[in-house]
Each structure stands twice: as structure tokens, then as C-alpha cells.
């Protein structure tokens, strides 16, 4: 009970000391549980809208893919319309009724602009079906009544203005629909930003599958009493065949969709909550700071605790109750401010397009529990250093000015240790660069990185030293007197800079590595184009979708285009010569197709690839499979027949364009795989006649203009692009990043504070003797400045190291280039000085009004 209440009182007593390591919990938790709220929220909604959106019992083909999954010809499998009669017959059936669905469109209004979302959430195409009424109600207008009638969902209508009467076109692979909005519904649960246009039944066949009296799927209800699960064997025998079809209970088709959605909400999760680690890694460096300063300076007050009897244990145990009530008091907030947090999240993706309704909000039980125990855990742990240093205080100290004294000998070991660990992580990184697989410098690389990040940790007093007094000579020396005293304030306890140093390291270090990485993959991209790429101009679209025939002719017929390309990617299982059989892709591609894209050949002729029943492979694949010019591998189309193919080429996979590819002649893919099941293009190149390049980009993109899913970029734009794309990743790795970076500010902020608080005699005796209050501010600030410099130094230098061993194995993957992206670097550098300037103003401000004969009746 003593021991409680001593640290009840001695929270209380400094909980200004303490606040901002209280904040620094709290912003770590509320990025966690944060997290957490905003991905079960996800998960809740999409489990909601599968649950009801799935029939009783769905029949589809057994080739269909998931639902995320685009068909390669543009039109997704069917089910004879036959199949819905046979299933009504069978035994618990109440309804069955056939759907049309398909992804594979794109919805423009009277200007051509895309009405799909903006987030990545597909455009469903579809006919109105009963089934729909569990998840959606007509608001307005009437269900389409012929192929010049549309229904569009709120949703969208909203977003685009759209109304009753306007005018869509469905861009789909069997050409256009255009029709007038006839009807508007509503999801009666989340829509989270898919865009939805329905035709009627006849219409939908004809113009999504190219067929009448066929369907994607049926939906079957099954009558009163019925379970699902004896639904779908009442159907199955019913089909008599029922391995030629996939049925899938309501759960099933659920689970199924989930599934698809739940690798990327699993990526996103975990990838948040690698950076709320950072966050809280950085913390820790903060909260030893706290406990350590606070420690030394109660030494005295420690000190008379155990001159009247306390003993090592309670007074140790004294600071770690501190440390669970700071815990407890940052996770109890974090944990508001966390669901707070995800409300944000959802409101701004609202903003762009994915809808996620508060009412979905979930808080499971485990999000306050995980926030609770990692923030309480990870501050005591944090604590448990400065408290045991706290329990070695003897009874004499009660004599002595408040400051614990430096234990020499731990500072040796410590040295020793950081360098042993650094030497140890050097040696890693140097393996990664010698490796000659990827796979194998991966390990090295890891153990590389967490040693020398933990060894510069362990190292960062023996670092200050040096690094300080040589940023000293460069920086503060230049301020005179002031400068020297900023110096001497820094060095006055390097275990102390160097944590603080390290709080800000680790951020920096991995924007360093990030950086040079990010721009070595462009450098290495650009290279490789700029090498390879003979076309004038490519035409894709960066959302996946495939280029439908009526966009491909469009390029055709454009006037001063030399030659047209068309790129296609089919499935095919693989036989070779050893006898091994793979699933692998196979490029159909033009003859013309060595032109635009330049490879280089090891063995053979690239060109007579594209003879009838002749193929290439690349250099990985023979080698792993013996296979040489002249082989013959049996290929089995999945769209298609059987061809045995000559190897007329080996091409080398010493590039990171095309790597692994293998090609056949588009022709001899179409003669083994039907027409209505040949892919539709993935890849169109264009090559203008020489000198009219300007005048062919120029009517491409016009020709492509009703087509506003597709880019037309020449290679100018396509390393811009490129660019671009790194870019927009890096900048929301940073973004992520800037938690950590804030908390390791906190950390300036109240090192400076309580080392102020500390040093309070001293400043009144400066003060006294003739320093201005201006000097006394500017001293702190310049301190500020060279501990933030000294963080950035190490951090810096330290992820240049890593970006450039992960270089290395990127190069093993045809990435060779190494780009240092100095402009970013000596930015983050001098942006640092700007973060100790503003980390010092408080501190510098609250020193400069301190009364100077307060200050030295003090009692050190």
C-alpha cells in the first residue's frame, strides 16, 4: 500500500514531466486500435453485403472464376438457360432464376467520362433478378424494359449528377449499349463504391455474353424449412452431373467472396500495424528518457526512501507503478482516440468514393484489450531500465545533488556490445551484395538490417561523442560562446542524446532506405525501357481491364500508325521434355511484336518464334527444365486444345521487362483456342510512321477519346508514369512513416523540457552572470538542432546502407542501377534542423522567463 501510494503521488506530482510521453502512447495505441476499427469495419460491411447479396444456393459453371476474377475473354462463363428448368425441378426448390453478371465493362456518360469509382471498386453489369431485392429497392423510375433502358444505383447517380432520362454507354467485349436511365436503385445496405448498371434479362445475354438464352449463374431459394446444405444436394441430383457445375450454399458463395476481398484487407492490416510498431519502438526510446531523467533527478528524494527503510524492491517496484499508470491513462485515451481515428479514415474514404457507414462501425472486444496491453506492456518494459537503476540508489545519494553518476564500466560494455552488433549487421548486409540468388540475400539482408539498427541503438553514446563534437565544428561553433555551450549541454550525457538521437533514426532510416530504393527502380525501369522498348506508343489501362476489340480497331484505323501490336496473355499447363508438367502463361503476341520490344536472345531465333507451332521460353525455365533450341513442349491451352510446340527461341531473363515470358505467334494461339474464348488484349503497341509521331499521338488519343479506361502513353509517358507510381507509394509509406517521426519529436521536445527542468540552478546562475534570455534561448534551440542533425546523420547514413544492399538483390532481378537520391536526402537532412528548431520552442520559451534568483534558490 506504501508503494502505491508513493507512486500515486509521484505520478501526480510530475504529470506535466510526463505528458508527453503519455501522448506518445496514446498516438501509438490509437494508430493500433485505430487499425483494427477501421479494417473490422471493412470487414463487417463486405460481410454483410455478401451474407445478403448471396442466393439460397448459387449454380455457376465450374470453370467460373471468383468474383474478383476478370474473364480473359471479356465475357464471363455461362450456364445454358436449360440448366435453370432442370434446377426448379428438384427436390426443397422454391424459386430458381437465371442471372447475368460480368465485371468486365466500363460505363461512360454523353462526354465520356468514366462513371466508375475512383477507388478501385469494379462496375458490375447485370440483369434485375428477385434475388436482387435482398440487397437493393428501385427508389425511382421503373426496371429497364428493353436494350434501350438502364438502371443505375443511387450511389453513382449521386456521384455523377446522373438523372431519369440521361443518356450511358456500357463499353463491353461485344461492343457498345447505350441506353437512357430508366430506374434508380438503392443498396438497402453499405454499397462500398461499386458501380452498378442492370439491364433486362434479354439484353444482358446478348450484349455481356454474346449469346441469347444463357446465363453466369442461377440463384435458387429454397422452400420454408429447407436448410441450404440439403438444398445443394437436392440440386446436385438434380443436375446429374453436378461436377460440371460449382454450388456454393449461401455461406459458401459468402465465404468465397470474403475470401477474395480478405488477402487484401489481411495486406492492408498488417502493413498499418508494422507501422504503428514503428510508432511504438520509437516510444519506448521516449519513455526511457522520461523515467531516466525523472530518476536522476529525484536521487536525493530515492535517496531518503532508502535511508528510512525502503528497500531496493519497492523502490523499484515504485517506478514501474508509474510506468502502468502512464501505460494505463495513454491507452485508455489512445484506445478513444483510435476509434476516433478510424471514423476519420472512413469519412475520408468516403470522400474518394468507398463508401463505410458508421452504422457498421465494430469495436470487437479484443480492440481495447490489444490497445490496453501493448500500451501498458510496452511502457513498463520501457520503465524497467531507469527502475532498476532507481533500486541501486544507496542512502549516501540523500547527500548528494539530485543526478545518478555514469557507471563507467557499463558504458564500456555497452560500446563493446553496439559494436560487436554492428559489425555483425555490416557483415550481413556486405553478404546480401555477394549473393547470387534473391531468395538467400533475403535472410541476409533482414538479419543485416535488425542488427545494425539494434547495434547503432547500443552504440548511439559512444556515436554522440563523435558525431556531436564533429557537428559542432561545422554547426554551433559559428554562434560563438553560445554555440560551445549548446555543445557541451549535448555531450553532458550521451546516453541521453544518443536515445534520443535513435528515436528519430529509426523513421529516417527507413525513408533513406525507401528512397534509394524507389528511385534505383526507377533509374533501373527507365534503363531498361529506354534499351528495350522500340515501340512509339503503348495502349492499357492501369486498372487490369482488358482491351475490348472495339478500342483495338480503334488503334488500327488511326492514320499515320506504321504497325499495330496486339498483346494477349493465356493460360496453358506445360509439358517438357523431362516430363514435368507447369501451369504457366504463355504471350501471344504479332510478329511484329520483336520490334516494339527488344530481347535478348541466348539461343536461337526470336523471330522464327512466331512461325507456325513454334514458341520461345525464357532462360530460367530451360535451364531449370533442360530444354534447348529445337525441344518440342506439349502446351494445353485452357481456353483451348492441345499444341506441340518448337522451341525456336531461348530468350534471356536477365531483365526486368517481360522476364520469364514465353511467346507464340498469335495465330497459332488461335488455332488452338476458339475465337469466343481467345483473350482479349492485354497490351496494344502502336509504331508510327517515321517522322509523323507527333501527329499519330495526337489522333491515338482522340481515336481512344469515348474510351476513357485506356491510356495512350509514348515512352516519355510511360516512364512518367512509372515515376509517378513509385512516387504515390513512397508518399504514403511516408505518410505512415510520419507517426513515428512525430512521436520522435515528442521526444526532442521533452528531453529538452525535463533537461531544462533539470539544469533550472545553472540557468539561473548563466543567467546571473550575464546571459541574455535571448542567448539562453538561442543555446537551447542550437541544442535541439544538433541532437536532431545527429538522429538524422545516423538515420540517414543508416538507411543508405540498407537501400543499398536491398539494391543489390533487386539487381539479381534485373533492376541494376543504383540511384542515391541526393535531393531527397540533404531535404531530409536540413528539414531535420528545422525539426529541432521547432522542437526547442517551447522548452527555450519556458527557460527564458524563468526568475533568475528562483532559478538559484532551486534545490538541485
Known amino acids: 500500500m506504501t508503494v502505491w501510494k508513493t507512486s500515486v503521488r509521484n505520478f501526480l506530482a510530475h504529470k506535466g514531466r510526463m505528458a508527453l510521453s503519455a501522448v506518445a502512447v496514446l498516438l501509438s495505441v490509437a494508430f493500433v486500435c485505430g487499425t483494427l476499427v477501421f479494417t473490422d469495419t471493412m470487414n463487417t460491411t463486405f460481410d454483410k453485403l455478401f451474407a445478403v447479396s448471396s442466393a439460397d444456393v448459387t449454380v455457376s459453371p465450374k470453370d467460373a472464376g471468383d468474383a474478383a476474377d476478370m474473364p480473359e475473354s471479356g465475357r464471363p462463363e455461362s450456364l445454358p438457360a436449360s440448366v435453370v428448368d432442370q434446377i426448379r425441378k428438384a427436390d426443397g426448390v422454391k424459386d430458381a432464376e437465371g442471372g447475368v453478371m460480368s465485371m468486365s465493362v466500363t460505363v461512360v456518360d454523353r462526354n465520356d467520362k468514366n462513371m466508375g469509382s475512383d477507388t478501385g471498386a469494379p462496375t458490375l453489369a447485370s440483369n434485375w433478378t428477385r434475388n436482387d431485392l435482398r440487397s437493393m429497392e428501385i427508389t425511382s423510375g421503373h426496371v429497364p424494359r428493353g436494350p434501350t433502358e438502364v438502371m443505375v444505383d443511387?450511389?453513382?447517380?449521386?456521384?455523377?449528377?446522373?438523372?431519369?432520362?440521361?443518356?450511358?454507354?456500357?463499353?463491353?467485349a461485344t461492343g457498345d449499349i447505350t441506353a437512357k436511365i430508366s430506374g434508380i436503385t438503392a443498396f438497402t445496405v453499405t454499397n462500398p463504391g461499386a458501380a452498378v448498371v442492370v439491364f433486362d434479362t434479354a439484353t444482358?445475354?446478348?450484349k455481356l455474353l454474346g449469346a441469347p438464352g444463357v446465363f453466369t449463374h442461377v440463384n435458387v431459394t429454397a422452400q420454408p424449412g429447407v436448410e441450404d446444405a440439403q438444398l445443394k444436394k437436392d440440386v446436385a441430383a438434380a443436375l446429374g452431373d453436378p461436377g460440371a457445375y460449382k454450388l456454393q450454399t449461401q455461406k459458401e458463395a459468402a465465404d468465397a467472396n470474403k475470401d477474395s476481398m480478405g488477402s487484401f484487407l489481411d495486406v492492408m492490416k498488417y502493413a498499418m500495424l508494422g507501422f504503428a510498431g514503428i510508432a511504438f519502438l520509437v516510444g519506448i526510446f521516449l519513455i526511457v528518457n522520461t523515467f531516466s531523467m525523472l530518476v536522476a533527478q529525484r536521487t536525493r528524494e530515492i535517496g531518503l526512501m532508502r535511508a528510512i527503510g525502503s528497500s531496493r524492491e519497492q523502490v523499484n517496484r515504485s517506478v514501474l507503478v508509474e510506468a502502468v499508470l502512464l501505460g494505463l491513462v495513454g491507452s485508455v485515451l489512445g484506445v478513444a482516440a483510435g476509434i476516433g481515428l478510424a471514423v476519420g479514415l472512413m469519412k475520408a474514404m468516403g470522400a474518394v468514393g468507398m463508401e463505410l457507414s458508421t452504422q457498421d462501425l465494430t469495436v470487437a472486444w479484443t480492440t481495447p484489450v490489444t490497445g490496453l496491453a501493448l500500451g501498458v506492456v510496452v511502457t513498463v518494459l520501457a520503465a524497467y531500465i531507469p527502475a532498476r537503476r532507481a533500486g541501486k540508489v544507496s542512502p549516501m545519494a540523500a547527500l548528494r545533488d539530485a543526478g545518478t553518476p555514469a557507471d563507467a564500466k557499463s558504458g564500456r560494455v555497452r560500446a563493446g556490445v553496439g559494436l560487436l552488433l554492428t559489425g555483425a549487421g555490416a557483415a550481413g548486409l556486405w553478404a546480401t551484395t555477394r549473393v547470387e540468388e534473391a531468395s538467400e540475400g533475403s535472410l541476409y539482408l533482414a538479419l543485416g538490417v535488425v542488427l545494425t539498427l539494434i547495434g547503432f541503438i547500443v552504440i548511439g553514446p559512444l556515436l554522440a561523442g563523435v558525431v556531436v563534437r564533429a557537428l559542432s565544428v561545422v554547426v554551433l561553433r559559428l554562434f560563438g560562446p553560445v554555440g560551445r555551450l549548446a555543445e557541451r549541454n549535448a555531450l553532458r550525457n550521451p546516453r541521453r542524446t544518443g536515445a534520443t538521437g535513435a528515436a528519430l533514426m529509426i523513421g529516417l532510416a527507413l525513408v533513406a532506405c525507401l528512397s534509394v530504393v524507389g528511385s534505383s527502380m526507377v533509374a533501373s525501369a527507365t534503363e531498361e525501357l529506354d534499351k528495350?522498348?522500340?515501340?512509339?506508343?503503348?495502349?492499357?489501362?492501369?486498372?487490369?481491364?482488358?482491351?475490348?476489340?472495339?478500342?483495338?480497331?480503334a488503334v488500327e484505323k488511326v492514320p499515320g500508325i506504321e504497325h499495330v501490336t496486339h498483346y494477349k496473355v493465356l493460360g496453358a499447363k506445360l509439358t517438357g521434355p523431362d516430363?514435368?508438367?507447369?501451369d504457366e502463361h504463355v504471350t501471344a503476341a504479332d510478329p511484329t511484336y520483336p520490334k516494339d520490344l527488344r530481347r535478348e536472345t541466348v539461343a536461337g531465333d526470336l523471330s522464327k518464334a512466331y512461325g507456325e507451332d513454334a514458341m520461345s521460353v525464357g532462360s530460367d525455365y530451360a535451364a531449370l527444365h533442360g530444354i534447348e533450341v529445337g525441344d518440342e513442349i506439349t502446351v494445353a491451352f485452357k481456353a483451348g486444345g492441345t499444341a506441340k510446340l518448337t522451341v525456336a527461341a531461348i530468350t534471356s531473363d536477365e531483365t526486368s521487362v517481360d522476364q520469364g515470358a514465353m511467346y507464340v505467334a498469335t495465330a497459332t494461339a488461335e488455332k488452338y483456342v476458339p475465337a469466343d474464348r481467345m483473350p482479349e488484349d492485354m497490351i496494344v503497341f502502336a509504331a508510327a510512321v517515321d517522322g509523323k509521331e507527333k501527329e499519330a499521338y495526337a489522333a491515338l488519343k482522340t481515336a481512344l477519346a469515348p474510351y476513357p479506361q485506356y491510356k495512350v502513353q509514348n515512352q516519355a509517358d510511360f516512364k512518367q508514369d512509372l515515376k509517378d507510381q513509385v512516387g504515390q507509394l513512397l508518399n504514403i509509406v511516408y505518410a505512415l512513416l510520419a507517426l513515428a517521426i512525430i512521436v520522435a519529436v515528442l521526444g526532442v521536445v521533452n528531453t529538452l523540457a525535463l533537461s531544462v527542468v533539470e539544469r533550472t540552478r545553472e540557468i539561473g546562475l548563466m543567467r546571473a552572470i550575464g546571459l541574455s534570455r535571448r542567448q539562453l534561448r538561442r543555446m537551447i534551440r542550437l541544442e535541439s538542432v544538433v541532437i536532431a542533425l545527429f538522429g538524422a546523420l545516423l538515420g540517414l547514413g543508416l538507411g543508405m546502407g540498407w537501400g543499398t544492399s536491398a539494391q543489390k538483390l533487386l539487381a539479381l532481378e534485373g533492376l541494376g542501377v543504383l540511384e542515391i537520391p541526393w535531393p531527397t536526402i540533404l531535404t531530409v537532412f536540413v528539414a531535420s534542423a528545422f525539426v529541432g528548431l521547432f522542437a526547442a520552442l517551447v522548452p527555450a520559451f519556458r527557460a527564458g522567463r524563468m526568475n533568475v534568483l528562483n532559478a538559484i534558490a532551486t534545490d538541485g
Open 579 to 582: 516430363g514435368s508438367t507447369h
Open 532 to 553: 528495350s522498348v522500340g515501340t512509339d506508343f503503348i495502349v492499357q489501362s492501369n486498372t487490369g481491364q482488358l482491351v475490348v476489340p472495339q478500342a483495338a480497331e
Open 204 to 206: 444482358a445475354q446478348e
Open 154 to 172: 443511387a450511389d453513382t447517380a449521386e456521384k455523377h449528377h446522373l438523372k431519369i432520362g440521361d443518356e450511358l454507354r456500357t463499353i463491353a
